[in-house]
């Protein structure tokens, strides 16, 4: 069965600290994906990977950055957290392929910045 | 640039009653469009999915049919349950590059027994 877990179910930061929100999926694809989670916003991408090293920004990157040492594990990084970084956040994965086009998303990990 | 439209929520119904969410999209080329359903405390799960025109997905009783004309996905059930009880988004992706995925806002659809 494909798994994508996250580090945390919830977490409660503050105002200015670095967090790191951590993916790992054990599927091997090489695309993955961070998004952010609001109420009547839908899901909004943040940044994705197509492999090691390599990422790309997604529509809302700012104050936001990424890393991706091995293939199975895609960190998100927040440099300064800041109150309006208050949300849900996804992982997603997804094989390689332009046929293989569905993401596979983790549980979510629920940030609440003081 | 891509985005989906979906009807407003939130949808209150009764168990067994006919279920509707609206999707229309805007894209360039041939897009894949999906719905995907959220449950309570979880991630998303993929519910279905269409990869051309006139392609019908389904699954545990849900249907959608990719209509380009309408440039519409549209969600249908027949006999909703309680158990249906989630938040549901429907989303697209394009037919080339990293194919990310654009969600429309979610509906959040309760079902009282």
């Known amino acids: 069965d494909v798994k994508v877990t996250q580090s945390s179910r919830y977490l409660v930061k503050r105002t200015g600290e670095k967090v790191f929100l951590e993916c790992v999926q054990d599927?091997?694809?090489?695309?993955m994906f961070w998004y952010r989670q609001d109420p009547g916003l839908g899901l909004r991408l943040i940044y994705f990977?197509?492999?090691?090293?390599?990422?790309e920004k997604g529509d809302i990157p700012e104050g936001y950055s990424v890393s991706r040492e091995k293939k199975e594990r895609f960190s998100l990084i927040l440099e300064s957290a800041s109150t309006n970084q208050t949300s849900m956040y996804l992982c997603?994965?997804?094989?390689?392929?332009?046929?293989?086009?569905?993401?596979?998303f983790g549980p979510g990990t629920r940030l609440t910045v003081l | 640039g891509n985005s989906v439209t979906q009807m407003e929520g939130p949808v209150t119904l009764s168990e067994e009653a006919f279920l509707t969410i609206n999707c229309t999209y805007t894209?360039?080329?041939?897009?894949?469009l999906f719905w995907y359903v959220q449950y309570p405390g979880e991630g998303l799960q993929l519910l279905l999915k269409?990869?051309?025109?006139?392609d019908k997905g389904s699954n545990k009783g849900f249907e959608a049919t990719y209509r380009k004309e309408t440039t519409s996905f549209h969600l249908e059930k027949g006999s909703v349950q309680v158990s249906d009880s989630a938040v549901y988004f429907c989303?697209?992706?394009?037919?080339?590059?990293?194919?990310?995925?654009?969600f429309g806002q979610g509906t959040r659809l309760t079902i009282n027994p």
């Open positions: 599927m091997d694809h090489e695309n």
């Open positions: 990977s197509y492999d090691v090293k390599m990422k």
């Open positions: 269409a990869t051309k025109a006139d």
């Open positions: 894209a360039t080329g041939y897009p894949s």
């Open positions: 989303a697209l992706t394009s037919s080339w590059g990293a194919q990310k995925l654009v």
């Open positions: 997603a994965s997804r094989p390689p392929g332009l046929s293989n086009n569905e993401q596979f």
